[in-house]
């Protein structure tokens, strides 16, 4: 019983090792954590601190995870140009999870920006108040 249960703890360790660890050619960025992503290590008063703050620590190019989703953050127009003049930046995956969470957001944006702009933007970004 107890082989069983020490395995069983060894495999989630592993299972959780292998889960936080980032890709070879990932750019720098905070630590992540299974499920929550980079989430519990973003602190600041609004986003656009949050964002501030990361590129003093990791520069204009750097890296995080929003839950499973890994994301990369360009915060320099010289070096954003740079990256989509080249093909491998051509396409993106589908951001499935924006997409499930908020069916129709599309049709909302065009009949009610403004309520759009207040409800989703002014929260992240309290520049726009």
């Known amino acids: 019983m107890y082989q069983l249960i020490t395995t069983v703890?060894?495999?989630f360790l592993i299972w959780v090792y292998k889960r936080?660890?980032?890709p070879e050619a990932f750019p720098p960025g905070?630590?992540?954590v299974p499920v929550?992503?980079?989430v519990p290590f973003l602190k600041g008063k609004s986003f656009l601190h949050i964002m501030v703050d990361l590129k003093k620590?990791?520069?204009s190019l750097y890296g995080l995870y929003l839950?499973?989703?890994a994301t990369v953050i360009i915060s320099d127009l010289e070096i954003a140009k740079e990256i989509f003049k080249q093909e491998e930046s051509a396409a993106r995956p589908p951001v499935v999870p924006y997409q499930e969470s908020f069916p129709g957001w599309e049709k909302l944006w065009?009949?009610?920006p403004e309520l759009v702009r207040q409800i989703f933007l002014k929260p992240f970004f309290p520049i726009l108040n």
């Open 9 to 11: 703890i060894i495999l």
């Open 20 to 22: 936080t660890q980032k």
């Open 30 to 32: 905070p630590p992540r």
């Open 36 to 38: 929550l992503g980079s």
């Open 57 to 59: 620590r990791f520069g």
């Open 67 to 69: 839950g499973n989703q």
């Open 110 to 112: 065009e009949q009610y």
